[in-house]
């Protein structure tokens, strides 16, 4: 499934080209700047990136796995 930027939502999980799973924490919009997702590790929670949208959404880089996880 191939998403799009507006169909974004914290909890939604990624997989790295790596292997490796991240969640999506929030997005984050400044102005000026392409808008930006915070990911958390699901593997360590204490490990964090913030990436563009266009690289999340790029599937040379990450793939979606889920949709927004249930709490």
């Known amino acids: 499934m191939t998403l799009r930027e507006s169909q ?5 999980r990624f997989r790295s080209q790596d292997g ?13 700047n392409v808008p930006h ?3 958390i590790s699901v593997k360590d929670p204490t ?3 913030l990436i563009s949208v266009n690289a999340l959404l790029d599937q040379r880089h990450f793939r979606f796995v889920e949709a927004k996880l249930k709490a």
């Open 37 to 39: 997702v915070s990911l």
């Open 47 to 49: 490990t964090t990136k």
């Open 8 to 12: 974004l939502e914290p909890g939604q």
């Open 20 to 32: 490796q799973l991240w969640d999506v924490r929030n997005i984050v919009r400044i102005e000026g």
